[in-house]
Antibody, heavy 125, light 106 residues
Framework: QVQLQESGPGLVKPSETLSLTCSVS????????WNWIRQSPGKGLEWIGHIYNSGSTKYSPSLKSRVTISVDTSKNHFSLGLSTVTAADTAIYYC???????????????????WGLGTLVTVSS | EIVLTQSPATLSMSPGERATLSCRASQSVSTHLAWYQQKPGQAPRLLIY???NRSPGIPARFSGSGSGTDFTLTISSLEPEDFAVYYCQQSSIWYTFGQGTKLDFK
């Protein structure tokens, strides 16, 4: 079955870069869409971005200038980088897999089908 | 950005009752709407996609309806394990979530 597991530092200093990895088992990371989503008391659930087709990316317009998502197909995992963090970036970070389908506009995802357990990242000095 | 507004914020009910949760979009999302259930300390779990399709393994007591801007999640007869927070999410233009409805015991 599909399993996702986030890993990375639980504490990041302000102005530094947050780095997380999502390890995937049960499916090949060369297929599907791979997302990062975060959840905080102040902003609720927020989609950060995704990677698909082994390298194509889309990022939330509000975070685009600070986000990088990459994939390592040899390790079957994908990663998140979020630069210049502040306290507002404190959240539980989830990775999630999406199935996709094709319509007149090309491939699109319908939902976030499988989620990791999440990892709490606190931004503090 | 498409804003999703869920109501009510909290719904107090008893096992066996029928629960109706609402999600309203700030502009039409067609049927590009999903529902999730989240329990404390857990990740959200996909219940419904494309407004009315149950995700594999989701019990038949969960159903979704609606299109355009108004959507409903119905739980036909509440089980004790259904008391949780429910979120709607649209995938029409980018991806946004509602603020959630907490379903708790009366």
């Amino acid at each position: 079955q599909v399993q996702l597991q986030e890993s990375g530092p639980g504490l990041v200093k302000p102005s530094e870069t947050l780095s997380l990895t999502c390890s995937v088992s049960g499916v090949s990371i060369k297929n599907y869409y791979w997302n990062w989503i975060r959840q905080s008391p102040g902003k609720g659930l927020e989609w950060i971005g995704h990677i698909y087709n082994s390298g194509s990316t889309k990022y939330s317009p509000s975070l685009k200038s600070r986000v990088t998502i990459s994939v390592d197909t040899s390790k079957n995992h994908f990663s998140l980088g979020l630069s210049t963090v502040t306290a507002a970036d404190t959240a539980i970070y989830y990775c999630a897999m999406s199935l996709y389908y094709y319509d007149s506009g090309g491939p699109r995802i319908r939902a976030f089908d499988y989620w990791g357990l999440g990892t709490l990242v606190t931004v503090s000095s | 950005e498409i804003v999703l507004t869920q109501s009510p914020a909290t719904l107090s009910m008893s096992p066996g009752e029928r629960a109706t949760l609402s999600c309203r979009a700030s502009q039409s999302v067609s049927t590009h709407l999903a529902w999730y259930q989240q329990k404390p300390g857990q990740a959200p779990r996909l219940l419904i996609y494309d407004a009315s399709n149950r995700s594999p393994g989701i019990p038949a007591r969960f159903s979704g309806s609606g299109s355009g801007t108004d959507f409903t999640l119905t739980i036909s007869s509440l089980e004790p394990e259904d008391f949780a927070v429910y979120y709607c999410q649209q995938s029409s233009i980018w991806y946004t979530f509602g603020q959630g409805t907490k379903l708790d015991f009366k």
